[in-house]
């Protein structure tokens, strides 16, 4: 069976989670990286493999997912190192269980991973950095300083990196991006 896979990606706050809803109604298979990573964090093997490089984050078996993010989050090596432990895993699981004809998945690091070539073709939302931060700070009861920190360690511009993207402007309300996903699967041939 030939597959047509499609990765959503986008800053933290660009609107991905609402991009990914109206794909969703639209009638399309959805899946998340970010809840396969929930789900990793009920496994024992990554777990295991967490606790080898980031003890300090642990407390007895319980993994401080606070303790995890401030760390990660405040130095790019432990960050890139948290990464090397958990993006394989998670796209191995995505697809894995990803076996619709047609399918989109939410992938927040993609570029950063560089498993944009993975996919056939990849819609990158992007929404200006103030109304990201707010819309961050209200989802996730986080301070400004603790999303700007996350916003800093995505790449910027990372559309630029890639041949077969489409770029969404999430600078409207939910009926515009609607409009947005529209136009932006005519150009990816699926509509």
């Known amino acids: 069976m030939t597959q047509?896979?499609?990765?959503?990606?986008?800053?933290?706050?660009?609107g991905k989670s609402a991009f990914m809803?109206?794909?969703?109604?639209?009638?399309?298979a959805v899946y998340s990286c970010d809840e396969i990573y929930r789900e990793?964090?009920?496994?024992?093997?990554?777990?295991?493999?967490?606790?080898?490089?980031?003890?300090?984050c642990f407390c007895g078996e319980a993994?401080?997912?606070?303790?995890?993010?401030?760390?990660?989050?405040?130095d790019?090596?432990?960050?890139?190192?948290?990464?090397?432990?958990a993006h394989p895993r998670v796209m191995q699981r995505l697809f894995e269980r990803a076996r619709e004809p047609v399918y989109f998945a939410e992938v927040p690091l993609l570029f950063e991973g560089g498993f944009e070539g993975l996919f056939d073709g990849v819609i990158v939302l992007t929404r200006e950095d103030d109304a990201r931060v707010r819309a961050?700070?209200?989802?996730?009861?986080?301070?400004?300083?603790?999303?700007?920190?996350?916003?800093?360690?995505?790449?910027?511009?990372?559309?630029?990196?890639?041949?077969?993207?489409?770029?969404?402007?999430?600078?409207g309300d939910l009926t515009a991006l609607r409009e947005r996903a529209r136009a932006a699967l005519q150009t990816l041939g699926v509509l």
């Open 4 to 14: 047509s896979k499609f990765a959503v990606t986008g800053g933290i706050g660009s």
């Open 21 to 28: 809803s109206i794909l969703r109604e639209m009638g399309y």
């Open 40 to 56: 990793l964090l009920q496994d024992e093997e990554y777990l295991t493999a967490l606790r080898a490089r980031f003890p300090d």
């Open 63 to 74: 993994l401080n997912k606070r303790a995890l993010a401030e760390r990660v989050f405040s």
């Open 76 to 85: 790019e090596g432990e960050r890139a190192a948290l990464n090397s432990i």
């Open 136 to 171: 961050v700070m209200e989802r996730d009861g986080l301070t400004e300083a603790e999303v700007r920190a996350r916003m800093k360690g995505q790449l910027a511009d990372s559309a630029r990196r890639c041949d077969n993207c489409v770029i969404v402007k999430n600078d």
